[in-house]
């Protein structure tokens, strides 16, 4: 069986102190976690997909939320070490960058086909935020038949709810939470 981790809005506007729409500190300790387990994805052979917000100047989403993640800007690309090492390893045939302009990932992506053509069957969820997009994208494997581990410490997000929604992915979608 082969496994995908799934690297969700890691990106500077929700993770940087000076983000459009930031979850801050928070984000901000999940980063050395996340780098390790796409080391070791890539090390076993696995898939590693970057889920990237991927927002129009003038998106409706900027109607009911801050600016973020604006395609081509600052704001939009990945948060520290994690740029840096998707730079160094964005060639690599295992390493995949997922624009997506919806909470949920798989919603009118071609994630899902991905997936399966690659003969993924086990996704393995990090990121931002935990009551949001990674929430809403675990919903979205779960729809498309994929079971899933969420990262309890591989995820963070701006309100009180991490627990609650690491909870309910639990209950809901039958996802594994794995510290």
């Known amino acids: 069986m082969k496994n995908a981790l799934l690297i969700i809005d890691m990106s500077n506007d929700f993770v940087h102190e000076n983000g459009g729409l ?4 928070a984000a901000q300790t999940i980063v050395p ?3 390790e387990k796409a080391e070791e994805f890539l090390k076993n052979g696995d898939e590693i997909y970057i889920c990237m917000d991927a927002h129009q100047e003038n998106d409706d989403h900027f109607k009911l939320w801050p600016v973020h993640n604006v395609v081509g800007t600052w704001g939009q690309q990945l948060y520290g070490s994690l740029h840096d090492w998707y730079l160094a390893h964005k060639h690599s045939p ?5 624009p997506k302009t919806e909470y949920d990932a798989f919603h009118q992506t071609n994630l899902a ?3 399966k053509q690659k003969e993924v069957q086990h996704l393995y969820l990090t990121g931002v935020c935990t009551d949001i ?4 994208t675990a919903y979205g494997a779960y729809k498309e038949g994929f079971h899933t581990t969420v990262y309890a410490k591989g995820t963070a997000t701006f309100t009180e709810n991490h627990q609650i929604f690491l909870q309910q992915m639990k209950s809901i979608f039958l996802s594994e939470i794995k510290e």
């Open 33 to 35: 976690f996340i780098q």
């Open 113 to 115: 086909k991905m997936l």
């Open 22 to 25: 930031t979850a801050g500190e």
């Open 133 to 136: 997009c990674v929430f809403l």
């Open 94 to 98: 295992q390493v995949h960058w997922l």
